[in-house]
């Protein structure tokens, strides 16, 4: 078995958006996924993204994928990763895959002289919780995370 970490390309899109499907039903939230493939294509792989995509493969099969962008800390000054999304299918879970994934995208945080790698979990998501914890990562107490979208964001948006 070859498992093996790939930057995706634009031919990934449906895989991709299989992959964010699939996330969104294990988040049980499968109603709020509002993209489609050609979104994805625009808006991962077009001229204004600066978003990465990694495609993890097992025997040259789409496993699994992540999507990370660069933030940036004001107090380190420096750079960051965020990472978006990371999700496996449930068969390859437990196989290394994740793993392989998370360390991937370290290995670029610290080529890139990043000051941190960080991402959000669901509170009642214990098997990521886990799998986070066995890696060294750690919760950041005292921090909630806020969301502008939809309606809101528009209502800020034209406020006078």
């Known amino acids: 078995m070859t498992l093996t970490i790939r930057q995706a390309e634009k031919r990934d899109a449906a895989s ?4 964010i499907r699939e996330l969104a039903e294990y988040e049980k939230a499968l109603h709020e996924v509002k993209t489609n493939q050609q979104e994805i294509e625009k808006t991962l792989f ?3 993204s600066r978003t990465e ?8 099969e ?6 990370f ?3 940036y800390s004001t107090w380190l000054g420096r750079n960051g990763i965020y990472l978006e999304d990371l999700y496996v299918s449930q068969p390859y879970r437990g196989k290394g895959a994740g793993k392989a994934l998370l360390k991937h995208i370290a290995q670029l945080a610290v ?23 066995r890696l ?4 950041v107490p005292e921090w909630i ?6 309606a809101s964001l528009q209502h800020i948006a034209s406020i006078g």
């Open 46 to 48: 077009g001229d204004r």
């Open 145 to 150: 995370r806020y969301r502008l979208e939809g």
């Open 62 to 67: 789409p496993v699994g994928f992540a999507v």
């Open 16 to 19: 991709i958006l299989a992959f």
């Open 111 to 133: 080529a890139r002289d990043c000051g941190r790698l960080e991402w959000s979990v669901l509170d009642w998501n214990q098997p990521a919780i886990d799998f986070y914890e």
């Open 53 to 60: 995509v990694l495609i993890c493969e097992w025997n040259a």
């Open 69 to 71: 962008f660069t933030s």
């Open 136 to 139: 060294s990562a750690e919760p």
